[in-house]
């Protein structure tokens, strides 16, 4: 999980507007999911660890986290409510948010449903 400097994100989070279909190529170095938090946050903590198992199940996610004390602007243009906020790119392009951090097993399959990440053998034989 990549940490996202304040600055440059509006570029790099609109860029184009691309639509981006299942399976295809990142958009212009557009993350999957974007964790918005602060450091401060013991959810955000846990919500950082449990994102870190999904990273490890679909190691071709791309993840970004953005601390939203440097990034003021970026709770504006997604009407961030709270953190942790996990924003997901969905295949049409739009954001998703998810503020509910139930089980790694509901994250990853919001994650799916979205249109990312595959399913292993691994995960079939479970």
């Not at 004390?69 to 709770?75: S, T």
């Not at 392009?93 to 919001?110: M, N, Q």
Request: proline residues 5%.
């Amino acid at each position: 999980m990549r940490e996202r400097e304040p600055g440059n994100w509006e570029k790099a989070l609109f860029a184009g507007d691309e639509v981006r279909e299942a399976g295809a190529a990142e958009v212009s170095g557009v993350p999957d999911l974007i964790l918005i938090h602060t450091p401060l946050c013991g959810t955000c903590a846990v919500a950082r660890k449990m994102l870190a198992v999904v990273e490890a199940m679909m190691p071709e996610l791309t993840i970004d986290a953005a601390n939203l004390n440097f990034m003021p602007g970026l709770a504006e243009a997604f009407r961030i409510e709270s953190v942790p906020c996990l924003l997901i790119r969905e295949t049409d392009g739009s954001w998703s948010k998810i503020y509910k951090f139930g089980s790694v097993v509901e994250l990853a399959a919001r994650i799916r449903q979205a249109g990312h990440g595959r399913i292993t053998g691994e995960e079939r034989n479970s």
